[in-house]
């Protein structure tokens, strides 16, 4: 998952009813924009319809240099060969996450709100931090609200990428973007988008881009 300025970071919706009707949207949204990787977020599922999900998105993925990122689960990440995993505050500890993905692969770590956290995270090796949420969100219950200015700081003071989560839109992305996001994760803000996932793609990108010419 390449740092370039800034890139989307896909997140599924909580459920996938129908996986093959979901793969071929998936390709569509890939085929629109520039995306760094996928986080497959299937909360409460079952270890069968989690692995199923990996087996029939990964190769939409690596076909379009999309890495597949597991959210919770660094037992099960490792065991389906995910790129990386991504671990919450209450979830496996960051040192098992590593453990069991080993040293190549990604492990990234919610940090909230908290700077604190993601130093923490960020010194303990980390590939990435994830700061949020930063605007309201019915994809998933968000305990703090994070200010774009954490984003600023962490960019002045640290080197380790980091990703903004929460409520991002299409119309919300630029100032996230020129707060100084690494990455921008979204998941109803493209599967919900009126125009369909590809068209919220392709528009991320071009508010991105945007964004970046205003930072600067």
């Not at 989690?50 to 190769?59: F, G, N, W």
């Not at 505050?89 to 040293?103: H, V």
């Not at 692969?105 to 994830?130: F, K, N």
Request: contains cysteine.
């Amino acid at each position: 998952m390449s740092q370039a300025d800034c890139r989307l970071y896909l997140i599924t919706p909580p459920a996938i009813d129908d996986l093959a009707a979901f793969g071929r949207e998936l390709a569509h949204a890939l085929d629109a924009g520039d995306v760094a990787a996928l986080q497959i977020r299937l909360k409460d599922a079952p270890d069968e319809v989690v692995a199923a999900a990996v087996d029939a998105l990964t190769p939409i993925c690596h076909a379009r240099d999309v890495a597949v990122i597991l959210n919770d689960r660094p037992d099960l990440a490792a065991r389906l060969g995910c790129d990386g995993v991504h671990v919450g505050q209450s979830d496996a500890p960051y040192a098992e996450a590593r453990r069991l993905m080993g040293p190549d692969r990604m492990v990234g770590v919610t940090c909230h709100d908290s700077r604190h956290l993601a130093m923490e995270a960020a010194e303990a090796g980390a590939d990435y931090v994830a700061f949020g949420a930063f605007f309201p969100t019915t994809t998933k219950d968000a305990p703090t609200r994070a200010e774009p200015e954490i984003l600023t700081i962490w960019q002045e003071t640290m080197q380790t990428p980091c990703v903004a989560i929460g409520g991002i839109t299409v119309e919300t992305a630029r100032e996230i973007v020129r707060a100084g996001a690494d990455f921008l994760a979204v998941s109803a803000g493209v599967w919900k988008h009126p125009e369909g996932p590809a068209a919220a793609v392709a528009a991320l990108n071009a508010e991105i881009a945007k964004g970046l010419a205003e930072r600067g």
